[in-house]
């Protein structure tokens, strides 16, 4: 069975880091395209970071730029993404997620693999 384990997240306050990861189980994540995305209560998901299987390229969109940081460890079959100076705007259930493709892209309708979320809470 396919299965992505999201884990990390917690409650933080602002100025702070996180780091979170990403299980596989059932598949390795060695040679998949690995985004990160994240949803806050009554906004649309959406992607954060990723990181290519085509040459291990790392992209992330401008509101974390600076601050997260995306790496993987084979050897555990785990994705990590480093949150650090977190943002109250940051609070959101974070996912992680594999497509097929070798490249990377922020539609969530595009990947094909999901894991169940883990919830990041930045508050003074």
């Known amino acids: 069975q396919l299965q992505l384990v999201e884990s990390g997240g917690g409650l933080v306050q602002p100025g702070e880091s996180l780091r979170l990861a990403c299980t596989a189980s059932?598949?390795?994540?060695?040679?998949?395209?690995i985004g990160w995305f994240r949803q806050a209560p009554g906004k649309e998901r959406e992607g954060v970071s990723c990181?290519?299987?085509?040459?291990?390229?790392?992209y992330y969109i401008d509101s974390v730029k600076g601050r997260f940081t995306m790496s993987r460890d084979n050897a555990k079959n785990t994705v990590y993404l480093h949150m650090n100076s977190l943002k109250p705007e940051d609070t959101a259930v974070y996912y992680c997620?594999?497509?097929?493709?070798?490249?990377?892209?922020?539609?969530?309708?595009?990947?094909?693999?999901w894991g169940q979320g883990t919830q990041v809470t930045v508050s003074s």
């Open positions: 997620a594999v497509e097929e493709s070798s490249f990377c892209t922020w539609a969530a309708y595009e990947y094909d693999y």
């Open positions: 059932g598949f390795t994540l060695d040679y998949r395209t």
């Open positions: 990181i290519s299987s085509n040459d291990g390229s790392t």
